[in-house]
């Protein structure tokens, strides 16, 4: 059994196969998935996984360049805004777009991985970066 990053295995696949400037989205669950974008849904019940507990786990596990965010939680989600400065301070370059953009670029994901989040615009691209 496999002991370290992702048990989730399409998870750990998708990870395992993104080259640099790919981008994988963590959504909300009320995020359109796009045609022909891989969904991995690991929603259990509202609020069940939690958008900061599949951030977290997916950060701990992947090397990430850019992330890129929906500019209506600055006046939606608090707990967003706060991820967001948190990452630009790890040096993670921080993009915020209108959602529209935003579902737009959803499309060129490898994969969204859906949560169980219902709060605002808890949805993020992120962007592989490379580990040397």
């Known amino acids: ?49 939690g958008f900061f507990d599949v951030l977290d786990s997916v950060l701990a596990d992947f090397k990430v360049e850019r992330a890129v ?24 370059e921080v993009e915020q777009v209108p959602h529209e953009t935003f579902k737009q670029r959803s499309r060129e994901a490898k994969a969204i991985i859906r949560t169980g989040e219902c709060s605002p615009y808890a949805n993020v691209i992120l962007h592989s970066g490379v580990i040397f």
């Open 1 to 49: 059994m496999k002991k370290l990053g992702h048990l989730n295995r399409d998870i750990a696949r998708v990870l395992a196969s993104m080259g640099h400037t790919d981008s994988l989205v963590i959504a909300d669950c009320g995020l359109p998935i796009p045609e022909g974008v891989e969904c991995i849904d690991v929603s259990l019940a509202l609020n069940v996984p």
């Open 69 to 92: 965010f929906a500019s209506e939680s600055a006046e939606h989600n608090a707990a967003v805004v706060e991820r967001i400065a948190q990452m630009a301070s790890s040096k993670i």
